[in-house]
């Protein structure tokens, strides 16, 4: 069956570090790849998108790179800051037709330490 | 831009009774809305896909009488949950796109809790 896979432990940086956070998935061939960022009590905020034929994509502190051979993708945040400290969460995009259903991994938590 | 609201943020009802969660894009037309559950300390789960003026989709497991979709309009769809449980306790989250784009934008979630 489909799975992804986010690391479950938190991850704890110092601020203006680089934070690099890890999805992996397998039995999938996503079209596309997203990651969000989620706060307590809160609804998910779309952060990236990017596509199977697209190896990385930047915006602002943020990279997201894709290994489709990995099965792979990595979301960094660069210069990290204490207000970054949140859940992220990557989501696939699945369906063989444009769904839009998207299936999440579990988040990992990040603490940007001052 | 591309704004999701939800109404309401929480509520609390009794074991057996109905409630209706709203579902709202502000600045957008959503062709297609869905609905998530996300129980604490768990990832999001899909419920069901609403397309408005059709029938939801609802993914395996989901029962489709107890957890009753309407997406009425382009900006609109509503989720009933129906002779609510104690297990239904949840956090509700909506999220809805414009088009066929693959960006989803997500609403603030409601809290359901069922006494």
């Known amino acids: 069956s489909q799975k992804i896979e986010q690391n479950s432990e938190a991850l704890n940086i110092q601020e203006g570090k680089t934070a690099t956070l890890t999805c992996n998935y397998t039995n999938y061939s996503p079209a596309y790849l997203q990651w969000y960022r989620q706060d307590p009590g809160r609804g998910p905020v779309f952060l990236l998108l990017i596509r199977e034929n697209e190896k990385e994509k930047r915006k602002e502190r943020l990279k997201v790179t894709f290994d489709t051979t990995l099965k792979q993708s990595l979301f960094h945040i660069t210069a990290s800051q204490p207000a970054d400290s949140a859940t992220y969460l990557c989501?696939?995009?699945?369906?063989?037709?444009?769904?839009?259903?998207?299936?999440f991994g579990q988040g990992t938590t990040l603490q940007v330490k001052p | 831009g591309a704004v999701v609201s939800q109404h309401p943020s929480w509520v609390i009802c009794k074991s057996g009774t109905s409630v209706k969660i709203e579902c709202r894009s502000l600045d957008f037309q959503a062709t297609t809305m869905f609905w998530y559950r996300q129980f604490p300390k768990q990832s999001l789960m899909l419920m069901a896909t609403?397309?408005?003026?059709?029938?939801?989709?609802?993914e395996q497991g989901v029962e489709k009488d107890k957890f009753l979709i309407n997406h009425a309009s382009l900006t609109l769809s509503t989720l009933t949950v129906t002779s609510a449980h104690p297990e239904d306790s949840s956090f509700y989250i909506c999220?809805?796109?414009?088009?066929?784009?693959?960006?989803?934008?997500f609403g603030p979630g409601t809290r359901l809790t069922v006494t």
């Open positions: 989501a696939l995009g699945r369906g063989s037709s444009n769904t839009g259903k998207l299936i």
């Open positions: 609403s397309n408005e003026g059709s029938k939801a989709t609802y």
């Open positions: 999220s809805a796109r414009d088009g066929t784009g693959s960006e989803q934008y």
